[in-house]
């Protein structure tokens, strides 16, 4: 089984920063991607940014500039670094593994239990 543990999430004014955090947690020998991706009220779940294990990035357009996805290898985490933060950035964001490679030849992909981000105006 892996899980995957997220943190940072909360209330911040327009304008402000928040850092979140997710932890891989299992027996896993690697992943190939982390993401975040995160869903608005009333809204569908949507990519925000993504991080391969050899540190390409990709974003999506409304973050661009804003925001800076990182992870550390070794520890199985990945970072989102969130500036310039926006009331339309207010959601839901979930954490996410791609292939991550577990005993047994297996592969899985997981997913995070989510953080709320509150952005007010």
């Known amino acids: 089984q892996v899980q995957l543990v997220e943190s940072g999430g909360g209330l911040v004014q327009a304008g402000g920063s928040l850092r979140l955090s997710c932890a891989a947690s299992?027996?896993?020998?690697?992943?190939?991607?982390m993401g975040w991706y995160r869903q608005p009220p009333g809204k569908q779940r949507e990519l925000v940014a993504i991080i391969t294990s050899g540190g390409t990035t990709n974003y999506t357009d409304s973050v661009k500039g804003r925001f800076t996805i990182s992870r550390d290898n070794a520890e199985n985490t990945v970072y989102l670094q969130m500036n310039s933060l926006k009331p339309e950035d207010t959601a839901v964001y979930y954490c996410?593994?791609?292939?991550?490679?577990?005993?047994?030849?297996?592969?899985?992909?997981?997913w995070g239990q989510g953080t709320l981000v509150t952005v007010s105006s």
């Open positions: 996410n593994a791609q292939r991550v490679r577990v005993p047994l030849r297996r592969y899985l992909d997981a």
């Open positions: 299992g027996t896993i020998f690697s992943i190939n991607a």
